[in-house]
């Protein structure tokens, strides 16, 4: 059964930070690119960061370049999102993704809440 279990989320002040993380299991995590995905309410989901499957390139969205940074761990089947310098536009429900475009393999997590707010 695949599993994809974020934690991390919370409530940080502006300028804080957090990170977030993905464990995986139930499919060949190594071999997936990974994706952290965001969505506030009224919004459509957007990619905020991804990470091939060996690590080797790193893609961001515009609005996080620089103060975002995702890794991944693949002896441990997990991923990560370090958020620094947060912003009250960052609040969302942040998603992980597994892709595996060669198989046409699409996983999402639940997803976690992060609110930015003083």
């Known amino acids: 059964q695949v599993q994809l279990v974020e934690s991390g989320g919370g409530l940080v002040q502006p300028g804080g930070s957090l990170r977030l993380s993905c464990e995986a299991s139930g499919f060949t995590f190594s071999v997936y690119r990974m994706n952290w995905y965001r969505q506030a309410p009224g919004t459509e989901r957007e990619l905020v960061a991804g990470?091939?499957?060996?690590?080797?390139?790193?893609e961001y969205a515009d609005s996080v370049k620089g103060r975002f940074t995702i890794s991944r761990d693949n002896a441990k089947n997990t991923v990560y999102l370090q958020m620094n310098s947060l912003k009250p536009e960052d609040t969302a429900r942040y998603y992980c993704?597994?892709?595996?475009?060669?198989?046409?393999?699409?996983?999402w997590g639940q997803g976690t809440q992060v609110t930015v707010s003083s």
């Open positions: 993704n597994a892709q595996l475009i060669a198989l046409n393999r699409n996983y």
């Open positions: 990470i091939t499957n060996g690590g080797g390139r790193l």
